[in-house]
């Protein structure tokens, strides 16, 4: 009967790894995350003063594309401190009395982490401007001549905000994180190679040196996606009874049509489209979202980043141009007089 309990327990316990199996693959430590050295001195520095001087830290701000570790580097920031890590994102806060239930909940010490901040209500943002720098919540009670303002001091607390368009914050907000406002860069292949080596470990996988690269040089430079082609590639080798070698690691990614570039099928398509039936362009946004069936924010948010990255296509004034790369890597000959249209 005991063991049986036992067996039953582990199971449950590695169905409870595997489901949250992202939050496994997080680094624990600033030792062990790798990339964003600047980012890392200065945190450091900015800990280690607030420590010395027995304050919490100054309210930060991270910005940059999506699965760069900004959230990562807020749970660093708070197992640092020694703090509880309160988690909650800008679109869940829909009422000026959910962010006072959240702020009013707060214990000394704690670490608020607001992720996607530039999607909160304009409302909203200022009751978070008095509890930001002077650490009181001012509520409005009534309405009309009747009204009254009352004043709640909170606990020391920190703010860490993530969001990927900056822009969007109002200035008034990114003003008061005093403590530093940072950019998250795209890694490079090696630090990607790092981080999918230390994964494969976590995941208790072996996948040699071949297979690393293979998933490095199609992981977008962002480690989210390396570590769910690693996850992809694992499953695949798995189910195969096959070693997580680069052939192993190849096939697996040609099945999820994942090119050799990082490119995903939508990529490609765009891409197709462009130089197939617009002769490589200069094509209208509008245009080329009615011949993809593809909504018009889906195209610049998600698909054109990465393509301009790695000089697939240009934004011209006339429109999108393919560039000479993307011919090539679909196969297409190179018309004369494509430096032309790039101007």
């Known amino acids: 009967m005991s063991s049986s309990s036992d067996g039953k327990e582990k199971t449950i316990g590695k169905e409870r790894d595997d489901l949250y199996l992202d939050q496994t693959l997080r680094p624990s430590s600033f030792e062990?995350?790798?990339?964003?050295?600047?980012?890392?001195?200065?945190?450091?520095?900015?800990?280690?003063?607030?420590?010395?001087?027995?304050?919490?830290?100054?309210?930060?701000?991270?910005?940059?594309p999506p699965g760069l570790g900004k959230t990562t580097l807020a749970h660093?920031?708070?197992?640092?401190?020694?703090?509880?890590?309160?988690?909650?994102s800008g679109p869940a806060i829909e009422k000026v009395g959910d962010l006072a239930s959240v702020l009013t909940n707060l214990s000394p010490g704690d670490i608020l982490f607001i992720d996607e901040i530039h999607r909160l209500h304009k409302t909203i943002e200022e009751?978070?401007?008095p509890a930001m720098e002077s650490g009181s919540l001012d509520i409005i009670i009534g309405k009309g001549p009747s009204a009254r303002t009352l004043q709640l001091e909170l606990p020391p607390f920190t703010l860490i905000a993530a969001t990927t368009r900056i822009a969007l914050m109002s200035s008034p907000l990114r003003s008061r994180f005093s403590g530093g406002m940072f950019r998250l860069?795209?890694?490079?292949?090696?630090?990607?190679?790092?981080?999918?080596?230390?994964?494969?470990?976590?995941l208790g996988v072996e996948v040699d040196a071949g297979g690393i690269s293979e998933i490095a040089k199609r992981s977008r430079f962002t480690p989210r996606t390396a570590n769910y082609?690693?996850?992809?590639?694992?499953?695949?080798?798995?189910?195969?009874?096959?070693?997580?070698?680069?052939?192993?690691?190849?096939?697996?990614?040609?099945?999820?049509?994942?090119?050799?570039?990082?490119?995903?099928?939508?990529?490609?398509?765009?891409?197709?489209?462009?130089?197939?039936?617009?002769?490589?362009g200069p094509i209208g946004l509008s245009t080329l979202?009615?011949?993809?069936?593809?909504?018009?924010a889906t195209i610049e948010e998600v698909h054109e980043p990465y393509l301009?990255?790695?000089?697939?296509?240009?934004?011209?004034?006339?429109?999108?141009?393919?560039?000479?790369?993307?011919?090539?890597?679909?196969?297409?000959?190179?018309?004369?007089?494509?430096?032309?249209?790039?101007?």
């Open 127 to 129: 009751i978070l401007y």
């Open 229 to 280: 082609l690693l996850k992809r590639s694992r499953d695949f080798a798995q189910v195969g009874k096959r070693k997580l070698s680069k052939d192993t690691v190849a096939e697996a990614l040609a099945l999820l049509e994942v090119d050799e570039l990082g490119l995903t099928f939508s990529d490609r398509k765009l891409l197709d489209v462009l130089i197939g039936k617009f002769k490589g």
């Open 308 to 343: 301009i990255q790695l000089g697939l296509i240009e934004r011209t004034p006339r429109g999108r141009v393919a560039t000479e790369r993307a011919f090539k890597h679909l196969g297409y000959p190179v018309p004369e007089g494509l430096q032309a249209k790039l101007i």
């Open 185 to 202: 860069e795209f890694y490079s292949e090696n630090e990607i190679g790092k981080i999918i080596e230390r994964s494969a470990k976590v």
């Open 76 to 88: 660093l920031i708070a197992k640092e401190m020694g703090g509880t890590l309160r988690a909650t």
């Open 32 to 64: 062990e995350y790798v990339g964003q050295e600047k980012i890392k001195e200065n945190l450091k520095i900015l800990l280690r003063a607030a420590k010395e001087r027995a304050h919490t830290p100054e309210h930060i701000l991270f910005y940059g």
């Open 289 to 296: 979202s009615a011949a993809l069936s593809e909504d018009i």
